[in-house]
């Protein structure tokens, strides 16, 4: 049983298709991540929303958009995107206090993408 | 800015023996957070142990412990009586002091843990 729930688990699409990655948090948090998993590469963080707001962008293309309508949803919109952007995606989802030993971030079970 | 590098691709241990997983990183700050998360292949990451790096001790939580040695900049950890449930990735991360969030983390490659019966 996991508080942040993704889907879907998987994901098969084409390079012209459109798919949009939903992530659900049922913790109370207030902040919300999208993080990239490439094989045999360290997770990279791609966006980051504090309070519905996007605080945080990492140089991630604009082939990805993310959208967060409320504190318990964030989806990842995605579009004309490229082999090299199959991975499995992670969404992740903390309580922003203002004080760092009170914050822990929880995962979600990801969503793997496969581009062809 | 902060790297974070485990030079260990692949583990293995037998049950119900002691494995080490290594991590070293790279901060010019003084204050933050070191932490192993684990992803079994159900693929959620899941806390193991976390470490101020203001305190001295060295965190422990059940059978799992850290060897942190901040001038060195290691952070190790020790899986004590392996279980065969423990096999899975294990990253190991940081996280600036000045972060209020605990989701800005910066990873390590991770190390595939494998468990012999």
């Known amino acids: 049983e996991t508080g942040v729930t993704q889907t879907p688990r998987h994901l098969v699409m084409g390079m012209t298709n459109k798919k949009s990655l939903k992530c659900e948090q049922h913790l109370g948090h207030n902040a919300m991540y999208w993080y990239k998993q490439s094989a045999k590469k360290p997770l990279e963080l791609m966006f980051v929303?504090?309070?519905?707001?996007?605080?945080e962008n990492n140089s991630v293309p604009s082939r990805f958009s993310p959208e967060c309508p409320n504190s318990s949803h964030l989806f990842l919109h995605l579009h004309t995107l490229q082999p090299e952007d199959s991975a499995l995606y992670l969404c992740a989802s903390s309580q922003e206090t203002g004080r760092t030993s009170d914050t822990e971030a929880f995962f979600g079970q990801g969503t793997r993408l496969t581009v062809v | 800015a902060q790297t974070v590098t485990q030079s260990q691709p692949e583990m293995s241990v037998q049950e119900a023996e002691t494995v080490t997983l290594s991590c070293t990183y790279d901060?010019?700050?003084?204050?933050?957070?070191l932490f192993w998360y684990k992803q079994p292949p159900s693929r959620q990451m899941i806390l193991v142990i976390r470490q101020e790096a203001y305190k001295q001790q060295n965190a422990t939580e059940n059978r799992f412990s850290v060897n942190f040695q901040k001038a060195a900049k290691s952070f190790s950890l020790k899986i004590s009586d392996s279980q065969l449930g423990d096999a899975a990735m294990y990253f190991c991360a940081y996280r600036s002091a000045g972060e209020t969030s605990g989701s800005r983390l910066t990873f390590g490659e991770g190390t595939q843990l494998t468990v012999n019966p």
């Open positions: 901060t010019s700050e003084s204050d933050y957070y």
């Open positions: 929303y504090s309070l519905e707001e996007r605080v």
